[in-house]
């Protein structure tokens, strides 16, 4: 295994499904503010837009068919992580905007 799946390939697999898993768990099971999480899907976009970068040059590197489909799955994988964390942050980048607003305007003394 070692000769058909080198330790970058398994090192670009890896990066790709903890991206995942971490964004998962950011969207769907993280406790507590909805706005506390967009900094983190932000980070992991930027992260699941590396390994995509990660996996178009290893393309060239490696030439088995085996390695191929393994870097496409991967490249897949971190597509679909870096969509899906984008959708989340723009879908509630704006509900936590006016949250903020109307939290400052309340916290502003008012002028008789």
Known sequence: MSENFPPRLITTGILALGTA???DYFMLRAQG???GRLAPLTV???LAAFV???CFR?????KTKQQRIYLVVCLLLAGATLFSDFRYVRRNR???DQLQQQLH???KPSNP
Do not use: G, I
């Open 52 to 54: 995509m970068s990660l």
């Open 33 to 35: 503010e909805l706005c």
């Open 21 to 23: 898993v971490a964004s």
């Open 105 to 107: 305007n309340a916290t």
């Open 58 to 62: 290893q393309m060239s590197r490696f």
């Open 94 to 96: 704006d509900l936590c």
């Open 44 to 46: 992991l976009a930027t």
